[in-house]
Protein backbone atom coordinates (compact mmCIF):
# COMPACT_ATOMS: atom_id res chain seq x y z
CA UNK A 1 0.00 0.00 0.00
CA UNK A 2 1.40 3.52 -1.43
CA UNK A 3 1.40 5.63 1.25
CA UNK A 4 -1.11 9.03 0.66
CA UNK A 5 0.69 11.92 -0.79
CA UNK A 6 -0.08 15.38 -2.21
CA UNK A 7 -0.71 15.65 -5.96
CA UNK A 8 2.29 17.59 -7.31
CA UNK A 9 1.42 20.89 -9.15
CA UNK A 10 3.27 21.53 -12.54
CA UNK A 11 5.66 23.64 -12.41
CA UNK A 12 5.09 27.29 -13.59
CA UNK A 13 4.65 27.99 -17.06
CA UNK A 14 2.92 30.83 -18.80
CA UNK A 15 0.74 28.68 -21.81
CA UNK A 16 -0.40 31.27 -24.03
CA UNK A 17 -3.94 29.39 -23.86
CA UNK A 18 -3.90 29.98 -20.38
CA UNK A 19 -2.54 33.74 -20.18
CA UNK A 20 -5.39 34.65 -22.89
CA UNK A 21 -7.98 33.32 -20.19
CA UNK A 22 -6.12 34.96 -17.93
CA UNK A 23 -6.07 38.27 -19.39
CA UNK A 24 -10.03 38.26 -20.54
CA UNK A 25 -10.79 37.30 -17.22
CA UNK A 26 -8.88 40.40 -15.96
CA UNK A 27 -10.47 42.74 -18.40
CA UNK A 28 -13.80 41.31 -17.64
CA UNK A 29 -13.71 41.42 -13.70
CA UNK A 30 -11.51 44.83 -14.41
CA UNK A 31 -15.05 46.39 -16.28
CA UNK A 32 -17.64 44.62 -13.67
CA UNK A 33 -15.63 46.53 -10.80
CA UNK A 34 -15.73 49.63 -13.00
CA UNK A 35 -19.17 49.68 -13.21
CA UNK A 36 -19.97 48.80 -9.90
CA UNK A 37 -17.82 51.76 -8.55
CA UNK A 38 -20.14 53.89 -10.89
CA UNK A 39 -22.77 52.57 -9.73
CA UNK A 40 -21.90 53.15 -5.81
CA UNK A 41 -21.32 56.57 -6.63
CA UNK A 42 -24.30 57.14 -8.25
CA UNK A 43 -26.36 55.35 -5.30
CA UNK A 44 -24.01 55.62 -2.20
CA UNK A 45 -25.56 52.31 -0.25
CA UNK A 46 -24.04 50.10 1.62
CA UNK A 47 -25.66 47.31 -0.51
CA UNK A 48 -23.81 48.47 -3.53
CA UNK A 49 -20.76 48.86 -1.45
CA UNK A 50 -21.30 45.08 -0.69
CA UNK A 51 -21.43 44.47 -4.19
CA UNK A 52 -18.24 46.05 -5.08
CA UNK A 53 -16.65 44.60 -2.41
CA UNK A 54 -17.85 41.17 -4.43
CA UNK A 55 -16.54 42.36 -7.41
CA UNK A 56 -12.91 43.39 -5.53
CA UNK A 57 -12.58 39.25 -4.79
CA UNK A 58 -13.67 38.46 -7.69
CA UNK A 59 -10.74 40.43 -9.59
CA UNK A 60 -8.57 39.57 -6.95
CA UNK A 61 -9.42 36.00 -7.77
CA UNK A 62 -7.30 36.76 -11.32
CA UNK A 63 -4.40 38.36 -9.65
CA UNK A 64 -4.13 35.23 -7.43
CA UNK A 65 -4.31 32.62 -10.15
CA UNK A 66 -1.97 35.06 -12.44
CA UNK A 67 0.92 34.95 -9.27
CA UNK A 68 0.59 31.25 -9.15
CA UNK A 69 0.69 30.57 -13.22
CA UNK A 70 4.38 32.64 -12.77
CA UNK A 71 5.45 30.92 -9.45
CA UNK A 72 5.84 33.99 -6.98
CA UNK A 73 2.86 32.28 -5.06
CA UNK A 74 2.82 28.68 -3.70
CA UNK A 75 0.48 25.96 -4.98
CA UNK A 76 -0.81 25.67 -1.03
CA UNK A 77 -1.02 29.93 -0.65
CA UNK A 78 -2.96 29.87 -3.99
CA UNK A 79 -5.25 27.11 -2.97
CA UNK A 80 -6.00 29.01 0.00
CA UNK A 81 -6.24 32.08 -1.55
CA UNK A 82 -8.73 31.04 -3.80
CA UNK A 83 -11.17 29.46 -1.41
CA UNK A 84 -10.63 32.39 1.01
CA UNK A 85 -11.97 35.17 -1.95
CA UNK A 86 -14.72 32.51 -3.20
CA UNK A 87 -15.89 32.72 0.48
CA UNK A 88 -15.51 36.31 0.79
CA UNK A 89 -17.42 37.27 -2.56
CA UNK A 90 -20.19 34.84 -0.90
CA UNK A 91 -20.10 36.39 2.20
CA UNK A 92 -19.96 40.13 0.64
CA UNK A 93 -22.96 38.95 -2.14
CA UNK A 94 -25.45 36.95 0.85
CA UNK A 95 -25.11 40.98 3.05
CA UNK A 96 -25.73 43.41 -0.01
CA UNK A 97 -28.82 40.69 -0.31
CA UNK A 98 -29.47 40.60 2.72
CA UNK A 99 -29.15 44.68 3.32
CA UNK A 100 -31.21 45.41 0.54
CA UNK A 101 -33.93 43.54 1.94
CA UNK A 102 -34.35 44.97 5.01
CA UNK A 103 -33.93 48.47 4.64
CA UNK A 104 -37.15 50.48 4.16
CA UNK A 105 -37.63 51.77 0.50
CA UNK A 106 -36.33 55.57 0.09
CA UNK A 107 -39.43 57.75 -1.80
CA UNK A 108 -38.05 59.71 -4.89
CA UNK A 109 -36.54 63.03 -3.41
CA UNK A 110 -36.30 61.82 -0.65
CA UNK A 111 -33.09 64.16 0.90
CA UNK A 112 -31.83 60.74 2.38
Known sequence: MTPFRPVAH?????????LGVHLLAGVGS???????????GQRGSR??????????????????????MFGPLGPELHHFAEH?????LATFLLGAIYYARTTEPVAPGDPR
Open 10 to 18: APPSPDPML
Open 30 to 40: GLLLALGVAAL
Open 47 to 68: SYLLVVLALVALLARTVVSGLA
Open 84 to 88: ALDAM
